[in-house]
T-cell receptor
Framework: NAGVTQTPKFQVLKTGQSMTLQCAQD?????MSWYRQDPGMGLRLIHY???????DQGEVPNGYNVSRSTTEDFPLRLLSAAPSQTSVYFC??????????????FGPGTRLTVL | AQSVAQPEDQVNVAEGNPLTVKCTYS??????LFWYVQYPNRGLQFLLK??????LVKGSYGFEAEFNKSQTSFHLKKPSALVSDSALYFC?????????????FGSGTRLSIRP
């Protein structure tokens, strides 16, 4: 199993540009989520999905969109990049317990810089 | 509000000595509790979790954690630290109600083991 994969590993954008961060998992996990990691702030949840076709907002959703058309893929779209979105982005997946996540498996991350 | 606190930004321990990384939480119900480790430029890796049962949970790499319901704590411990344990450690909590759909992460504690 490849686990959770993310592309690209690094990205530099100019303010106002848009892009999509890709995330895929091959463990047939129902639950997927996107986090951003900033120094001293831990991981903050951006969006999550409890299954194909179902997404919801996390703690810091503004400026980001997601969709979940398949179980495997959960792309994160930046609509109009801003310097405040400079961060490291992690995708994670897990089995569901009840309606929520159990142990999460993380991708290697995407380091995004917005100039 | 649901929250997780890791009161120490950094913990310094000599190799061979016991280590403790602290975590306290404030969430509804009987929570799911997790510890993750992050090595430089890598994604988070699962160490251990507590859902129910024995308050002392054993995990990967010789780590263990003790759930204390009265003190709402879930401290990570290891009897004898290794230099290779140096990393960033995150405590995470999923609230205990059945519809809980999010995991809350602490801000992280950097563990430094000196030879």
């Amino acid at each position: 199993n490849a686990g959770v994969t993310q592309t690209p590993k690094f990205q530099v954008l100019k303010t106002g540009q848009s892009m999509t961060l890709q995330c895929a998992q091959d463990m047939n996990h129902e639950y997927m989520s996107w986090y951003r990691q900033d120094p001293g702030m831990g991981l903050r949840l951006i969006h999550y999905s409890v299954g194909a076709g179902i997404t919801d907002q996390g703690e810091v959703p503004n400026g980001y969109n997601v969709s979940r058309s398949t179980t495997e893929d959960f792309p994160l779209r930046l609509l109009s990049a801003a310097p405040s979105q400079t961060s490291v982005y992690f995708c994670a997946s897990s089995y569901s317990s009840g309606q929520g996540p159990d142990t999460q498996y993380f991708g290697p991350g995407t380091r995004l810089t917005v100039l | 509000a649901q929250s997780v606190a890791q009161p120490e930004d950094q913990v310094n321990v000599a190799e061979g000595n016991p280590l403790t990384v602290k975590c306290t939480y404030s969430v509804s119900g009987n929570p799911y509790l997790f510890w993750y480790v992050q090595y430089p430029n890598r994604g988070l890796q699962f160490l251990l979790k507590y859902i129910t049962g024995d308050n002392l949970v054993k995990g990967s790499y010789g780590f263990e954690a003790e759930f204390n319901k009265s003190q709402t704590s879930f401290h990570l411990k290891k009897p004898s630290a290794l230099v290779s344990d140096s990393a960033l450690y995150f405590c995470a909590v999923r609230p205990g109600y059945s519809s809980a759909s999010k995991i809350i992460f602490g801000s992280g504690t950097r563990l430094s083991i000196r030879p």
